[in-house]
């Protein structure tokens, strides 16, 4: 069955970099459009970094933007969320989830298969 699960979180002081994982299984990697969403406490879900099937596009939204970095290995079925120069508001849960399509999308509504989260926390 599908499964995708997050790495990686943990406890970070402002300014500092921290890199998720997100181990998928149960399908064929490059097929899907991957994204990872956070969710704040008190906050609605919101859509951070998406790639494509390919790899060859991205969205990064405009809060992470120049500090977050999304890839894929597709070989070794995993996708990445660089965290660099974290700030206190990146605190959040983060969420692996898979889409129903390759192309590249980062509508929530779009993505079916969600993983368990991993927490992030920025604070000295």
């Known amino acids: 069955q599908v499964q995708l699960v997050e790495s990686g979180g943990g406890l970070a002081q402002p300014g500092a970099s921290l890199r998720l994982s997100c181990a998928a299984s149960?399908?064929?990697?490059?097929?899907?459009?991957i994204g990872w969403f956070r969710q704040a406490p008190g906050k609605e879900r919101e859509g951070v970094s998406c790639?494509?099937?390919?790899?060859?596009?991205?969205y990064v939204a405009n809060s992470v933007k120049g500090r977050f970095t999304i890839s894929r290995d597709n070989a070794k079925n995993t996708v990445y969320l660089q965290m660099n120069s974290l700030k206190p508001e990146d605190t959040a849960v983060y969420y692996c989830?898979?889409?129903?399509?390759?192309?590249?999308?980062?509508?929530?509504?779009?993505?079916?298969?969600w993983g368990q989260g991993t927490q992030v926390t920025v604070s000295s």
């Open positions: 790639i494509s099937g390919s790899g060859g596009t991205t």
């Open positions: 149960g399908f064929p990697l490059d097929y899907y459009a």
């Open positions: 989830a898979r889409s129903r399509m390759y192309s590249l999308t980062c509508r929530e509504s779009d993505y079916n298969y």
